[in-house]
């Protein structure tokens, strides 16, 4: 439909697109992830909450049986939720690992159809046949494109060349250069163009939305709640080891002793006792003594994770992810007006407009009828010259 | 001047953000939260998690101040007891020093003397809820009679007290073992008790026995003010932690509670919105030049 074009309009689209296509990968993982941190009755905040709640309530009674089996359900809760969010956020990132395999799989199927165009438009152009058409689908192909990845757009003699904005090859005349991926160590899979790693130059589209998701915010969340957990238990355990259990026998940990690093400590993070006898209430080795139980109270208010108590650090995790994800959809807002504004100029230079066909067809019509009018005229004076002498 | 003869996409995307904002007002009602996830309003979400800290930390300090304070009146109805009944055993005391009295009744005064310190010895080891209240941190029974012993009654129990946590940084302690309760040096019950049945038995002494009688008396109703300052601060706390936990419940209200007013007016604009945005682009003229040639 689209025949007249502005080059300069077209690039600022493609820009437009690749900026709103970032923003679309990332508020689209973002909100996946921040559902786990909304407020609920399961989430680690709450089950922070009900595991300090339950040793208030073995204070009151430190011998209790019932009691300290409570805090011990508690405290499982609490690990299972540090547990849970992990597993799931490594989930959430293998899965945006695949789309990142699918989307590089897309853009390969893209550039080779790109390059295909440019050697029919080519070829076209060499028979001086009107490739128009063509050129049509190449670019809505081009704009599938910068949905996808950042992409740079030059015009040379052999059709369009495309590049990365970090220049790498795309299309180049009729040849496409394929983006291949490949496990990391890590675990993930990194982007490679012949041969070279060009993971963290890719900027824009919804494959550099995901990559942000993938290789900083997930690991980021993730690195928070291992100092969180990590925190929690190291605090708890050293507070546990100073009392001494029922039969009055020194403190052992309470929960399991996370990795010395930290890392991983909320994936594996678990209670290390099953009987409940075995927690170290007392502080001077009778079994009424609520002595210890102040001391892992305590834990609450010290400032475990980064200086901050749990509850704080958690609250703070919360408000990071969350502003994460409304500045970015705000962004994606933006982007989305701005390219609406830019599609609909390009709509008033470039799309068809019926009236203005009807009245370049009546003008034609007009043309050709004058145009035949004076042939009829031509026809009429002949004739008369012809059969001048006849009368 | 040329217009984009084909304004249907801005029309769909204007469409789109009315329907979004209908969605949201109309999520508000149904759950009657503004925040209901972190993004709606990141520092909100931040404050919500921080105040459903600080509630449940409320709800466990009043939880612990009611069972506490269970034990409390239970250790202070006991006292009150057991002052009672060092007064009759000081009244039995007085009546037998007076010189114009038998032996005989002596003896039997001193047989309810008797009657009165095993009562005192029930008092001291009560229990509330399979706990003795008077035996520190230990759960054995605490005082125990003991004929080698020279106040007649051996003490098991430790010197260890407990305090709860019912406020920030606020612990109360809320037991006095009963070494200190009832055999404290100088002012030890059981003794004096113990005594004075002796100097009845012997009739000699008996001034003395009474007056360290008295002394315990003075000693444990000393004592008692303990029970009755705790009690005193626990209700006083649990008062305070009522007022915080509706201020908190406020507060939440106030950062994550939706304007149900605000919201429903909301809801209908963007209802009006939405359909004035379709009616206009069902009513975009569907012909062209072409339908007059």
Known sequence: MQSLRDSILEMRIQQERQQQGNFNGFVQSMSQLQVMFSPSSGDIGTRISQFFASLQSLSTDPANLSLRQGVLTAAGNLAAAFRTTSQNLTLQRNNLDLSVGQ?????????????????????????????SAFIDQRDVLVGKLSDLVDVSTIQSDDGVSLTTSNGTALVAGNRSFALDVQLDPSGVQHIYAQGKDITATISGGCLAGYLQVRDQKIPGVQNSLDTLAAGLANALNSAHHNGFDLAGNGGGDLFVAPPASGQGAASSMAVAITDPTLIAASSDGSPGSNGNVAALLAVHDQG??????????????????GSDVSNGAAQQDAASLILGQLQDQRGSISGVSLDEEAANLVQYQRAYDAAARVVTSINEMLDAAVNLGRY | MRVNPNPMPEILAAIQRNQQQQNDAILQLASGQR??????????????VQIHDRSSQADAFLSSIGTINGQLQMADST??????????????????????????????????VTGVRDQLLS??????????????????????ADATAPTGVRYDGNSGVNSILVGNGFRVQVNLPGDQMFAAAGSDMFRAMNDLITSLQSNSGIDTAVSSVRQAFDYVTGQRVF??????????????????????????????????????SQLVNSQNARDAALAAAGKMSQGSLFDYL
């Open chain 1, 103 to 131: 989307t590089v799989q897309q853009i390969n199927v893209l550039t080779a159809q790109i390059a295909t165009l440019n050697n029919q438009i080519t070829t076209m152009q060499n028979m001086h046949q009107e490739p």
């Open chain 1, 304 to 321: 475990i994770a980064a200086g901050q108590p749990p509850a704080d650090y958690y609250a703070n995790l919360v408000f990071a992810i």
């Open chain 2, 35 to 48: 925040i209901n996830k972190p993004s709606d309003d990141p520092a909100g979400a931040a404050t919500v």
């Open chain 2, 79 to 112: 006292l009150s007891s057991v002052v009672t009944a060092l007064t009759r055993a000081i009244a039995l005391g007085v009546q037998g020093a007076t010189g114009t009295l038998s032996n005989e009744n002596r003896l039997a005064l001193a047989q309810e």
């Open chain 2, 123 to 144: 008092l001291a080891n009560v229990s509330y809820e399979g706990r003795y209240i008077f035996s520190g941190t230990a759960q054995v029974q605490p005082f125990v």
């Open chain 2, 227 to 264: 029970y009755g300052n705790a009690i005193n601060q626990l209700s006083a706390q649990q008062t305070y932690l009522s007022d915080e936990k509706l201020q908190l419940s406020q507060q939440e209200n106030t950062v994550a509670g939706a304007d149900v007013a605000g919201v429903a």
